[in-house]
């Protein structure tokens, strides 16, 4: 069973930065895609950035110019580098990896908190 594990959440104020990172016990080279949701109280899941191993990437209109999500192939890990955060950036971030285009096996870490207040 792959296992995605989420690490670098906590309390910021805003304006501030934060960096997310994910480890798997399998390889992220191996998946399709690898990504970042998050969910806030009372809130659906939503995707925030997303990097496909075709090279393509997306981000949510919210996020766009201000989180870059990054793959680091060498020790296989990825990151959500956020900044200029905002008080609605406050979630539990996901780490979430997709097997396939179609018919997917989805992988997700246990979420990490997020929270952008002064």
């Known amino acids: 069973q792959v296992q995605l594990v989420e690490s670098g959440g906590g309390l910021v104020q805003p304006g501030g930065s934060l960096r997310l990172s994910c480890t798997t016990s399998g390889n992220f080279n191996n998946f399709y895609s690898v990504g970042w949701y998050r969910q806030a109280p009372g809130e659906e899941r939503e995707l925030v950035a997303r990097l496909n191993n075709d090279g393509f990437s997306y981000y949510a209109d919210s996020v766009k110019g201000r989180f870059t999500i990054v793959r680091d192939r060498d020790k296989n890990r990825v990151f959500l580098q956020m900044n200029s955060l905002k008080p609605e950036d406050t979630a539990v971030y996901y780490c979430?990896?997709?097997?396939?285009?179609?018919?997917?096996?989805?992988?997700w870490g246990q979420g990490t908190q997020v929270t952008v207040s002064s």
């Open positions: 979430n990896s997709e097997s396939s285009r179609f018919q997917s096996i989805s992988y």
